[in-house]
C-alpha cells in the first residue's frame, strides 16, 4: 500500500513560511515544548450519545472531570492545545514546521507523538494518504528547503539522510536492515551520539523517502497478529540527517538531526493482566517511557542531571532533547471515557501545571449521590457480591442509573465521570493507592492530592517560605514591642506600666495583638476555666482614649488616668507562669487531639509531639518542644507566644 499516494495535498501550505535562519542567533532555552491533541470520537461512539470526558477550554489549556470529586474538573494548560476538529496541518504549522529551521543551523530537533494505544499518535505522526501526519509533511518541506538553500551558487550544498530504527524490548533494531540485530549507542568525543551500523539512506526527494520508509514500515509489522501489539509496545524512530558542507573556504560543516518518534502506547498494561513476554514489554515500555518522563521534567526544570542514560531510547535522544536541540512532545489523548484513567495519566506526564476548578455539573451530579470515594472503593474491592450485602438501601440507589440531565449548556458539556460503581476495581485500585501515596506525603489538602509531584513540591515550598517570611514578621514585631518597651521605661508617664512581664504590643490598632486575641478562644475549655478562677489573674487592657470605652481595668483599683493613646495588654508573671504550667501539663498528658486545641499545634505538629513523649518521656519544660524533631526554635518561641497571650484573652474573654 502506498501511504504517501498523494503528496501534492500537503505541499505548499505554509512552506513558504519556513526559510533558513542566521546563524549568529542565540539559540533559544531547552525547554521541551508540550502540546497535547485530543482526537475526535472514533468508532461512532459519539453517535452512540457519550459524551466527553475531556474538553478544550482555549488554544492552551483543557479540563477534564476529576475522578475524585464529580463537582470538579482539573484544568491544564500547556504550550499548545489541538482540540478534536484541529488539521493535521494545524498541528504540523503550529507545533512542528517552526522548530525544523534549526537543522540548517546544525542544531538537532525532535517531536515525540505520546500518548495511549488508540489515541492518534500514529495518525498525528503518520497519517493517511487523505490526511499526511507530520512525518511526510516535514519530509516534503525539508527536502524543499535544501533543495533551495543547496542550490548551485548558494554558500553550502546541503544533502539529507534517512535511518529508521525500533526500539523494541530496549534492543535497537534497524528497519532498513531487519537483520542486523540490536545495535549499539555511542557518543563521540563530542557529545554526538552515534549508531555505528545503522542503515543511513541518502535521500533526494519524496518519492526517495517513500521507496525506503514504506517497506521498512513493513518490516515493522510482520504478522497480522504482531502488527498491533508489536507497534504498540515498541518506539519507531525516523531519523533524518541534514548535512552541510560550505562550498568555499573555510569548508565548514554542519550536521542537524530530527527524530521523528512515534512513542508505544502509554497505557498501562498491568490493567489488561498481561502475562509472560506481553508483560516484559509493558515493563521495558514503562521503564522507556518513565524515563523520558523524568528527562523532560529535569529539562524543563532546569536540574543539573538529566538521566538520558537511563534507557535506550533517551540515551538515542541524548543530543536531540535539551542542550540546544528544539523539542516538541505531542501528548495524544481521547473523548472516551475508556480512556479516561490513560488520558489523565498523560496529562499528568505532559502536564506544566494543573489546577482543580469547582464546576459543579448542576443538572447531573447534584441529583447524584455520591458517594465518598474511600467509602466505595472498600466495597468494589471486597468484590461486588460482598460489595451488595455490605451496601445499605440508600448506597443501593448509586449503581442506579444517572438521572437524567437536563440541556446541556455551555458550561455543562462535560459530562460526570464515569460512576466509580462501575469502573474496573483494578483501575480504582490503583487511582485509591495513588491517592493513598499522595496523602501519606504531606498534609498539603485537596489541591496537593490532586496536583502533579513536582508542583505539589513548589507549592510546599511557597508555604515554607511563608512561613519563614511570617517568622520573620513576628521577629520584627517583637523588636519594636522591646523599642516601644525600652522608650517607655525612660517616661516617668509610663512607669507604673513598665515592668519585665508586660507584654506591650505595637501602639497602632491595626497591628495590635489585641485584635487576634478574640480568635485566641481555641485555649483548651479546661484552662480557660481554670485560669478564670485562678486569684492570680490579672490582665489588663487599655484602649485607646475617646472611644466609647474609655478604660477597661479588670482590677477595679487601676485608676482611669492611666489610659494611653494606644492599645497594651499587661499579664502579671504569676499568670505567665501559670499559664506555662499548664501548656506544659498539656504537653504531657494531652492527647493529640487536645493538642491540636493549642495554637499553632496542627495535627502533624500534635503526632510529632505525642510520638517524642513516648520515646523520650515528659516535657521537664515547655522549651523542651524545641527538641522536637521538626519543631525549630523559633516555632516553639511563636508557640509560647500564641499560647500565653491566647490565655490572657481567654481570661479576658471570661470575666469581661
Ligand atoms: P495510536 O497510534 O495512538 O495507537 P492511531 O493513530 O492508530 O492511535 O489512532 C487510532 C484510530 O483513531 C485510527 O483509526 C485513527 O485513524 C483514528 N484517529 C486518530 N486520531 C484521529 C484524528 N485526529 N482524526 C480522525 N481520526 C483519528
Ligand atoms: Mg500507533
Redesign the pocket.
Known amino acids: 500500500m502506498i501511504w504517501f499516494a498523494t503528496p501534492d495535498l500537503y505541499v505548499g501550505a505554509g512552506r513558504c513560511r519556513l526559510s533558513k535562519v542566521g546563524a549568529g542567533r542565540r539559540p533559544p532555552p531547552a525547554r521541551v515544548r508540550v502540546a497535547v491533541?485530543l482526537?475526535?470520537f472514533?468508532d461512532g461512539t459519539a453517535a452512540a450519545g457519550e459524551p466527553p470526558c475531556v474538553r478544550g477550554l482555549d488554544s492552551c489549556s483543557l479540563e477534564i472531570a476529576n475522578w475524585r470529586n464529580h463537582q470538579e474538573t482539573l484544568k491544564y494548560q500547556f504550550d499548545a492545545f489541538y482540540g478534536?476538529r484541529?488539521s493535521?496541518q494545524d498541528i504540523y504549522a503550529g507545533s512542528v514546521q517552526p522548530i525544523l529551521r534549526h537543522l540548517l543551523e546544525g542544531q538537532n530537533a525532535s517531536v515525540l507523538?505520546y500518548?495511549?494505544?488508540?489515541?492518534?499518535?500514529?495518525?498525528?505522526?503518520?497519517g493517511?494518504p487523505e490526511?499526511p501526519g507530520v512525518i511526510p509533511r516535514a519530509l516534503m518541506d525539508l527536502l524543499q528547503l535544501t533543495r533551495e538553500e543547496g542550490g548551485e551558487g548558494r554558500p553550502w550544498a546541503l544533502s539529507v539522510t534517512m535511518s529508521y530504527l525500533e526500539i523494541y524490548q530496549e534492543k535497537v533494531l534497524d528497519l532498513l536492515d531487519p537483520a542486523s540485530g540490536d545495535l549499539v549507542i555511542r557518543e563521540d568525543c563530542r557529545g554526538n551520539i552515534l549508531i555505528p551500523g545503522l542503515t543511513q539512506k541518502p535521500i533526494t526527494s519524496f518519492a526517495d523517502f517513500e521507496r525506503h520508509f514504506l517497506p521498512a514500515s513493513r518490516n515493522r509489522t510482520v504478522g497480522a497478529t504482531r502488527l498491533n501489539q508489536r507497534?504498540?509496545r515498541s518506539h519507531a524512530v525516523l531519523l533524518v540527517k541534514v548535512d552541510q558542507r560550505e562550498r568555499l573556504a573555510p569548508f565548514r560543516q554542519r550536521e542537524g538531526k530530527l527524530y521523528l518518534i512515534?512513542l508505544a502506547?502509554s497505557e498501562d498494561n498491568r490493567r489488561t493482566g498481561n502475562k509472560g513476554l506481553r508483560l516484559k514489554e509493558s515493563g521495558a515500555i514503562n521503564s522507556s517511557l518513565f524515563v523520558l518522563g523524568k528527562v523532560v521534567d529535569a529539562l524543563n526544570q532546569g536540574l543539573p542531571r538529566v538521566p538520558y542514560r537511563d534507557s535506550k531510547l533517551t540515551r538515542l535522544l541524548q543530543d536531540s532533547l535539551g542542550g540546544s536541540a528544539h523539542s516538541i512532545l505531542i501528548a495524544?489523548i481521547?473523548p472516551e471515557r475508556r480512556f479516561y484513567l490513560d488520558t489523565v495519566s498523560a496529562l499528568n506526564f505532559a502536564a506544566r501545571s494543573k489546577e482543580v476548578i469547582n464546576r459543579p455539573f448542576t443538572n447531573e451530579s447534584l441529583q447524584l449521590r455520591v458517594l465518598a470515594p474511600i467509602k466505595l472503593s472498600q466495597k468494589e474491592l471486597v468484590g461486588p457480591s460482598e460489595a451488595k450485602r455490605a451496601r445499605g438501601p440508600e448506597e443501593e440507589e448509586i449503581g442506579s442509573p444517572e438521572p437524567t440531565a437536563a440541556p446541556a449548556s455551555a458550561s455543562q458539556k462535560l459530562s460526570p465521570l464515569q460512576k466509580l460503581s462501575s469502573m474496573d476495581p483494578a483501575v480504582l485500585e490503583r487511582l485509591l493507592s495513588l491517592d493513598r501515596l499522595l496523602g501519606s506525603q504531606g498534609s498539603q489538602g485537596t489541591h496537593g492530592l490532586n496536583t502533579p509531584r513536582r508542583e505539589r513540591m513548589v507549592l510546599m515550598k511557597t508555604m515554607e517560605e511563608k512561613d519563614l517570611e511570617i517568622e520573620r514578621l513576628k521577629m520584627k514585631q517583637k523588636e519594636l514591642e522591646a523599642k516601644v518597651l525600652a522608650q517607655e521605661a525612660v517616661d516617668p508617664k509610663d512607669k507604673e506600666n513598665s515592668s519585665p512581664a508586660v507584654l506591650r504590643p505595637l501602639a497602632r490598632r491595626t497591628v495590635t495583638v489585641a485584635k487576634p486575641l478574640k480568635k485566641a478562644v481555641v485555649m483548651p475549655l479546661q484552662l480557660i476555666q481554670e485560669q478564670a478562677a485562678s486569684p492570680n489573674a490579672e490582665i489588663h487592657i487599655l484602649k485607646k482614649k475617646g472611644r466609647k470605652r474609655k478604660l477597661e481595668s479588670l482590677d477595679a483599683s487601676e485608676p482611669e488616668e492611666k489610659a494611653e493613646d494606644c492599645w497594651e495588654l499587661q499579664i502579671s508573671p504569676e499568670l505567665l507562669a501559670h499559664g506555662r504550667q499548664k501548656i506544659l501539663d498539656l504537653l504531657n498528658e494531652g492527647s493529640a487531639r487536645d493538642l491540636r486545641s493549642l495554637q499553632r499545634i496542627g495535627q502533624k505538629k500534635a503526632q510529632l509531639i505525642v510520638g517524642w513523649r513516648e520515646l523520650h518521656g515528659p516535657f521537664s519544660q515547655v522549651e523542651d518542644l524545641e527538641r522536637v524533631e521538626g519543631i525549630s526554635g523559633k516555632q516553639m518561641e511563636s508557640f509560647l507566644k500564641a499560647n500565653i497571650l491566647g490565655l490572657a484573652a481567654c481570661h479576658r474573654c471570661d470575666t469581661s
Open positions: 491533541r482526537r475526535p472514533v478534536e484541529s493535521q507523538a500518548g495511549p494505544t488508540g489515541a492518534g499518535k500514529t495518525h498525528t505522526m503518520l493517511s490526511q507497534s504498540s512515534d502506547g495524544n481521547a
